[in-house]
């Protein structure tokens, strides 16, 4: 028996449209970010001041260089992140993704290659004014552009991913074309 295909969606992942998936993604996990580093370098500045005023030199060489490799790694390491994600070859030779949406699972398909991904195995969907994000993680995602469906339209997808996912979607407004 063959199942029925409800949408399909062709996106090419290309520099401009990797980069409003990392700002999106930026601000949407930007505030526990923040929080969590701020805990951090107030945990370590106050052991550091306790080791520095009980005259312990070794320990407060141990939390500085701590706090160094910390505030370095917070700072450097969302570039070096972004610059090895845009180097992919999905992204620096700007491929196509071809996504099939069944009843119980999709169908991701490049030139070489497909996967089958059951919804419940998705972590999160996000929807925003130009694409759907798929997230299979909290950090990556598979990223729908709602320009690109050839079957069926992006409403009716947002109703039938809204549906799929219950509680694991989300609708943001914050980007714009």
């Known amino acids: 028996m ?20 990392t700002r999106f993604h930026n601000d949407k996990n930007s505030l526990t970010y923040d929080l969590f580093t701020l805990f951090i370098l107030i945990l370590l500045i106050y052991c550091l001041v306790m080791t520095i005023k009980n005259k312990i030199v070794f320990l407060a060489i141990i939390f500085s260089l701590t706090l160094l490799i910390f505030v370095g790694y917070r700072l450097f390491n969302p570039f070096f992140f972004y610059k090895k994600e845009v180097n992919k070859k999905a992204v620096s030779k700007e491929k196509t993704f071809k996504f099939y949406f069944y009843d119980k699972y999709f169908k991701i398909r ?15 969907v996000y929807e925003t004014n130009n694409f759907f994000y798929l997230y299979f993680d909290k950090k990556y995602s598979f990223i729908v552009d709602k320009s690109g469906f050839s079957q069926g339209t992006a409403e009716e997808f947002s109703k039938f991913i809204k549906n799929k996912m219950l509680f694991k979607y989300s609708k943001c407004n914050k980007n714009k074309k």
């Open 2 to 21: 063959k199942k029925k295909l409800f949408f399909k969606n062709s996106t090419k992942y290309s520099k401009k449209v990797y980069d409003e998936f």
């Open 110 to 124: 490049d030139n070489l290659d497909y996967d089958t991904i059951y919804y419940f195995r998705l972590h999160k």
